[in-house]
């Protein structure tokens, strides 16, 4: 499992697209603008489109998080102080995930800055247990 996040300082037009990939050319990925959003794979560097075009409206300063868990695809957002899931869709093409983070920003003249990217081996925390020692003494 593995994810990739990002703060979109300022929402570029035509949007951003990002990547992670189990080699060069094969992966997932989303491309998203200040309207939309669709997730997609990776196969020999043509991208298939596995979610279909989504709307939704992205401000300046939001935070985008993209995570491979299992067979699942998940698409994240941070507003309000917490990460929510926004879209999920399942393909086990490729299962192994080495982090390979690519963002590209189309038509960079026109604008577009991110910032506080990064990502890596998804960590799930383990519920910690609790221990109470009675009549010890």
Do not use: C
């Amino acid at each position: 499992d593995a994810e990739i996040y990002l703060t979109l300082v300022d929402v570029n037009v035509n949007g951003v697209s990002i990547s992670m990939s189990s080699d060069a050319s094969d992966g997932y990925g989303v491309n998203v603008s200040p309207t939309s959003f669709n997730l997609y794979r990776q196969d020999d560097g043509a991208e298939t489109d596995i979610s279909g075009p989504q709307s939704w409206t992205l401000s300046d300063g939001e935070k985008i998080g993209l995570k491979r868990n299992g067979n699942e695809i998940e698409l994240w957002r941070y507003t309000g102080g917490a990460w929510s899931l926004v879209h999920a869709e399942t393909d086990s093409t490729y299962t192994a995930i080495t982090f390979d983070l690519h963002v590209y920003i189309p038509g960079a003249a026109l604008g577009g800055t991110i910032d506080d990217f990064g990502g890596g081996t998804a960590v799930v925390s383990q519920p910690r247990s609790s221990l109470m020692l009675l009549g010890v003494g």
